[in-house]
Structure formats: C-alpha cells, structure tokens
C-alpha cells in the first residue's frame, strides 16, 4: 500500500520559511494530485492546496496564496510545501494525503492516502 510521510516541520520566528516535505512510497494514481492540509489547536483540518502531478498545476486557497508554493520531484516521488513570511496564524500540524477519489480534491474525505502529520510552531 502507498505510505506517505511528512518532514521539515518545526520551530521558525514569524517572517521565516519552512520547506515541508511529502514522500511517497509509489506514484499516485488517482488523478495525480497530492493535497496539503493543516489543523491548528481547536479547529477544523483544513485544505491549503495541491499540485497536479501530469499538468503540475498548482492550486491555493486565498489565506497562503502568494506565501506558500507547492512543487514537486516525480524522480523522488516527493511533493514540496514551500512556506514563506510565516505568522502565528499558520501554527499547525501540517498534512500531505494522496490520490482522492473524484474531482472534489478540496475535501477531506475523498483522498486515500494520508501521512502522519509534521508540526509548524511560528513563534512571534
């Protein structure tokens, strides 16, 4: 079965980076899409974007649009969450998940594969 597996979390001032890693045991098949998703104290899991792995197309929601750039490695069966001018705001444990059934990659329910999360503390 495909394992996913995320790194690069951790600790960063507000206004740093952090370059988030989603490895894959195999290439998803599903569409080819891998979606990222993170889950603050008290809230909801929640979608923040996702890459096309044929068209390497790349979608975002409005609250990391122009921050956050998803890119990916086919060669390595790695996907990236690369994550710029940090704030507190995007404290997280941060999730990467695989091959959603249908076109409704947005929500939750639909993908298949998921890894075991990665925290983002940002520190003001």
């Known amino acids: 079965q495909l394992q996913m597996a995320e790194s690069g979390g951790g600790l960063v001032q507000a206004g740093g980076s952090l370059r988030l890693s989603c490895e894959r045991s195999?290439?998803?098949?599903?569409?080819?899409?891998v979606g990222w998703f993170r889950q603050a104290p008290g809230k909801e899991r929640q979608y923040i974007g996702s890459?096309?792995?044929?068209?390497?197309?790349?979608d975002y929601v409005d609250s990391v649009r122009g921050r956050f750039t998803i890119s990916r490695d086919n060669a390595k069966n790695t996907v990236y969450l690369q994550m710029n001018n940090l704030t507190p705001e995007d404290t997280a444990v941060y999730y990467c998940?695989?091959?959603?059934?249908?076109?409704?990659?947005?929500?939750?329910?639909?993908?298949?594969?998921w890894g075991q999360g990665t925290q983002v503390t940002v520190s003001s």
């Open positions: 998940a695989a091959d959603p059934r249908g076109s409704t990659y947005k929500l939750p329910g639909v993908y298949t594969y």
């Open positions: 195999a290439r998803t098949v599903n569409g080819y899409r």
């Open positions: 890459i096309n792995m044929r068209g390497t197309s790349t």
